[in-house]
């Protein structure tokens, strides 16, 4: 999980645009993978009778639901969109489903709470001789949508967060998750690479991926360009992966260089296999399982 804090609402603005349209268009084009690895789990009744519509939809075995609701402000708008996984008495899904919504949602009505959360609220009546205070507005955002649905992960990203009118306060959490289909499992980078690795030469590679959008990386701002470099692209932002390559994802500001929009940095499974280690799940998937 990223926070991040951005001061300006038009640069906000921005990065939630990008966030939802070109930046994030490669990672949207769900790209179907065959690893012969398929989910077995005992079912249960959870949603098991849900009603298909024109916002639901399947890829790659699994089916999702758009849910969306609005509080009509046409300045100040509050609103959700939620493409989520359907259980359909799948109980790693369920679990799937639990740990991408807030805790106090109830996953057999989900369009309930969000019509009950972002209804328009009546304006309070005004008293007399009560001073008129100007009050705070606020926009809010949350989205939760896949990235990429593979045979045995599944990628979902979240965006959740508010930005007041008077540009004091603005707070976005944005998470790129990826899942382990057959246990529900929130997979980590922490053992992906071995102990005895080039870490240098490995950030630069991933940094290089990104020059065109952040230009060539000028250390010469740091005392420690090196060292900033290896903490920057590897203790921050969130990671993804599909059949060929390996991507790191960050947020507006959360990298040197990048000016309110999002950031994708990717290197291919052939040249960084030198430097993974063996016993991690990625390597497995990518050269032992195929």
Same mark, same amino acid.
């Given at each position: 999980? @990223? #926070?991040?804090?951005?001061?300006?609402?038009?640069?906000?603005?921005?990065?939630?645009?990008?966030?939802?349209?070109?930046?994030?268009?490669? *990672? *949207?084009?769900?790209?179907?993978?065959?690893?012969?690895?398929?989910?077995?789990?005992? =079912?249960?009744?959870?949603?098991?009778?849900?009603? $298909?519509?024109?916002?639901? $939809?399947?890829?790659?075995?699994?089916?999702?639901?758009?849910?969306?609701?609005?509080?009509?402000?046409? &300045?100040?708008?509050?609103?959700?969109?939620?493409?989520? %996984?359907? %259980?359909?008495? /799948?109980?790693?899904?369920?679990?799937?489903? @639990?740990?991408?919504?807030?805790?106090?949602?109830?996953?057999?009505?989900?369009?309930? $709470?969000? /019509?009950?959360?972002?209804?328009?609220?009546?304006?309070?009546?005004?008293?007399?001789?009560?001073?008129?205070?100007?009050?705070?507005?606020?926009?809010?955002?949350?989205?939760?949508? %896949?990235?990429?649905?593979?045979?045995?992960?599944?990628?979902?990203?979240?965006?959740? =967060?508010?930005?007041?009118?008077?540009?004091?306060?603005?707070?976005?959490?944005?998470?790129?998750?990826?899942?382990?289909?057959?246990?529900?499992?929130?997979?980590?980078?922490?053992?992906?690479?071995? &102990?005895?690795?080039?870490?240098? #030469?490995?950030?630069?590679?991933?940094?290089?991926?990104?020059?065109?959008?952040?230009?060539?990386?000028?250390?010469?701002?740091?005392?420690? %360009?090196? =060292?900033?470099?290896?903490?920057?692209?590897?203790?921050? +932002?969130?990671?993804?992966?599909?059949?060929?390559?390996?991507?790191?994802?960050? +947020?507006?500001?959360?990298?040197?260089?990048?000016? =309110?929009?999002?950031?994708?940095? +990717?290197?291919?499974?052939?040249?960084?296999?030198? $430097?993974?280690?063996?016993?991690?799940?990625?390597?497995?998937?990518?050269?032992?399982?195929?």
């Amino acid at each position: 999980m @990223r #926070k991040i804090l951005i001061s300006i609402v038009v640069v906000l603005c921005a990065a939630l645009v990008v966030a939802c349209s070109n930046s994030k268009s490669e *990672k *949207k084009a769900v790209e179907l993978q065959n690893d012969n690895d398929t989910a077995n789990v005992e =079912g249960v009744d959870t949603l098991a009778d849900f009603e $298909y519509d024109e916002n639901t $939809y399947e890829i790659n075995g699994i089916t999702f639901h758009i849910y969306e609701a609005s509080d009509g402000d046409e &300045e100040y708008e509050s609103s959700a969109s939620l493409t989520l %996984p359907v %259980p359909n008495g /799948d109980k790693v899904l369920e679990k799937i489903l @639990r740990q991408v919504l807030r805790d106090d949602i109830d996953i057999n009505d989900i369009q309930g $709470y969000l /019509d009950k959360t972002y209804a328009p609220e009546a304006a309070p009546a005004a008293q007399s001789g009560d001073e008129e205070e100007e009050e705070i507005k606020a926009s809010t955002i949350w989205r939760i949508e %896949p990235v990429l649905v593979l045979d045995k992960y599944l990628v979902m990203e979240v965006v959740d =967060g508010y930005m007041d009118q008077f540009m004091a306060h603005h707070d976005i959490l944005q998470s790129t998750i990826v899942f382990d289909r057959t246990t529900g499992d929130i997979m980590t980078r922490d053992d992906m690479f071995d &102990e005895d690795a080039d870490w240098l #030469k490995i950030a630069r590679k991933f940094r290089e991926s990104a020059n065109e959008d952040l230009g060539e990386f000028d250390g010469s701002d740091f005392a420690d %360009p090196d =060292g900033f470099l290896i903490d920057e692209v590897f203790n921050r +932002g969130d990671f993804y992966f599909n059949d060929d390559s390996l991507f790191f994802v960050y +947020g507006p500001y959360e990298i040197n260089y990048a000016f =309110g929009f999002d950031v994708k940095m +990717g290197v291919s499974k052939e040249w960084i296999k030198p $430097y993974m280690n063996k016993e991690d799940y990625l390597y497995k998937y990518w050269f032992r399982n195929k």
